[in-house]
């Protein structure tokens, strides 16, 4: 009978217990709008709607239909004593709707958007645990709602102010804030004074987020903890790009830090000079595993720099330098492959090589990297490629490649054809005639 109850999609299970509404409730005909009639709940029928209410652990409301039911309960009575989590998907709700829903028990509570009884949400529910808000709300309020939680473990919910950063720094059973906000906002952060995120394990800023605001973040708390970073914005310009690199290396999360992924949606009117820094920023996290810049602006990468990094970067699994501006590739086959002996964990991988040098012999290398999957590659001139050869190194140096990806700002008909060849190599018979009618293939291709 626990089980039955635990998890509930809404009210409706529950007023169905009401012997009066019974019968309205499970007619086929007036499924959907029986309540538009119907009284609300006399003192008499209380005990028959909670009946059940105490095994309840988990709560969605999606709609506010059966709400007028509810008006003769006691403003102060406790519907769901052992409620552990609540989804809140209604809008725009009377102030006296929510209270009901809100126990001492409550552990995990997800709000479409603030509502104002919620601001001292953490006296109320003293264990609360993942708090998510998802539609924007008054900041004033958002940042006394924040403030009353003492014991949050997860964060998601739209940009606070000064004053709540400086409140949950000093929360230790913290580990994940994420702030997101469609719009974009300026989002002044005054008066953040130094602290340190004790146990914060990952930290996303996504939306319409200032970069100057994260720049901020950064440059003002330190993370020993951090395990993963990500931030969506949709404008970074470069400036502050390389700020944002240079504050997360001092963040003291060098020792820590796994995962980093950082992008950008739009396009900045700046300069696209090739950026010598970004990459060396990254250093000095030893156990990163996974990096991915997505920022419209070149980033330099070359043979000694890319070994560099594969040399401190020794359990990297995912690594993607989005290139969104044509320019010569510096990163040559033979640059790539002496740096892929060295992580042999990596799965992703996107780069520009100058795929019209062929500076290595994929007959004579003994070597293979099994491990990597996922081979984006960037822009360079269509005719000046030999895609035969380029086909040939990918077939026999990275067997678990099945194709080569494109990003963004490629030739698409260069990697088809290259992907073509692939194919060819791949299915190509051991015999010697096959291996002529093989070769008549690629030649006509």
Not at 386 to 401: D, F, K, Q
């Amino acid at each position: 009978m626990d089980l039955l109850w635990s998890d509930m999609p809404g009210l409706r299970p529950l007023l169905g217990c009401v012997t009066r509404l019974h019968p309205v409730i499970y007619d086929p005909e007036s499924k959907y709008c029986w309540s538009q009639s119907a009284d609300p709940l006399a003192e008499h029928e209380f005990h028959q709607f909670l009946r059940h209410s105490a095994r309840v652990r988990n709560i969605t409301i999606s709609a506010s239909n059966y709400f007028h039911l509810l008006e003769a309960l006691p403003i102060e009575t406790c519907v769901f004593p052992n409620l552990r989590s609540l989804s809140w998907l209604v809008q725009r709700t009377e102030i006296g709707d929510l209270p009901f829903f809100l126990p001492p028990t409550l552990r995990r509570c997800y709000v479409s958007e603030l509502q104002s009884y919620m601001k001292d949400i953490g006296a109320r529910c003293p264990d609360m645990e993942d708090f998510t808000i998802r539609e924007d709300s008054d900041r004033a309020q958002l940042s006394e709602t924040l403030r009353s939680c003492k014991r949050l473990r997860r964060l998601q919910c739209p940009p606070f102010d000064s004053a709540a950063w400086m409140h949950l720094s000093t929360i230790p059973t913290l580990l994940e804030v994420k702030i997101f906000i469609r719009r974009t906002i300026h989002y002044p952060l005054d008066n953040l004074d130094f602290a340190t995120f004790l146990h914060l394990t990952t930290l996303s800023l996504s939306g319409g987020i200032e970069a100057a605001s994260a720049v901020a973040i950064i440059q003002h708390f330190k993370f020993p903890s951090l395990k993963e970073f990500e931030m969506h914005v949709r404008v970074l310009p470069w400036a502050e790009a390389e700020q944002l690199f240079h504050a997360l290396s001092l963040c003291k999360a060098s020792q820590t830090l796994e995962h980093i992924n950082i992008s950008s949606s739009n396009k900045t009117q700046e300069h696209t000079s090739v950026s010598l820094t970004a990459v060396r920023q990254f250093l000095c996290f030893k156990e990163l595993r996974t990096l991915r810049l997505s920022v419209h602006h070149p980033i330099y990468l070359d043979d000694d720099l890319l070994f560099e990094a594969m040399t401190t970067w020794p359990h990297i699994h995912s690594l993607s330098l989005m290139n969104w501006h044509p320019c010569p590739a510096t990163l040559t086959f033979c640059g790539l492959f002496a740096a892929l002996r060295l992580c042999p964990h990596l799965q992703d991988l996107q780069v520009s090589v100058d795929a019209r040098n062929i500076d290595i012999e994929p007959e004579v290398e003994s070597f293979q990297h099994t491990s990597l999957k996922n081979l984006t590659m960037d822009l360079c001139e269509l005719e000046a490629v030999n895609v035969e050869g380029v086909a040939r190194i990918i077939h026999s140096m990275l067997p678990a490649v099945s194709q080569v990806m494109c990003s963004n700002g490629g030739v698409p008909r260069l990697w088809h054809n290259v992907n073509k060849h692939l194919d060819l190599l791949r299915n190509k018979p051991s015999s010697a005639p096959g291996h002529r009618n093989t070769e008549t293939a690629l030649a006509l291709s």
